[in-house]
């Protein structure tokens, strides 16, 4: 369990360097709806991973 946590926050730390690449893309094509729904699903992705963390932590604890 502690390898999957670990390994889908590394997974959505990369994803979220790019993303904002993605919606600076958009951004640059002018296309702001685009942008949005890269920094939205960025958005959802830190939300994402801060629980990772804080579940990672309880299973490492518990583990002890």
Do not use: W
């Not at 390898?3 to 959505?12: A, F, G, I, P, W």
């Not at 360097?17 to 919606?23: F, H, P, Q």
């Not at 600076?24 to 963390?53: H, L, P, V, Y």
């Amino acid at each position: 369990l502690e390898y999957d946590l670990v390994t889908t926050l590394s997974n959505l730390m990369q994803g979220h360097e790019a993303l904002g690449k993605y919606a600076k893309d958009a951004e640059q094509a002018g296309d702001q709806d685009c942008a949005e729904i890269f920094r939205t699903i960025q958005r959802n992705n830190d939300d994402a991973a801060s629980r990772i963390r804080t579940a990672l932590g309880r299973v490492l604890t518990q583990a002890s």
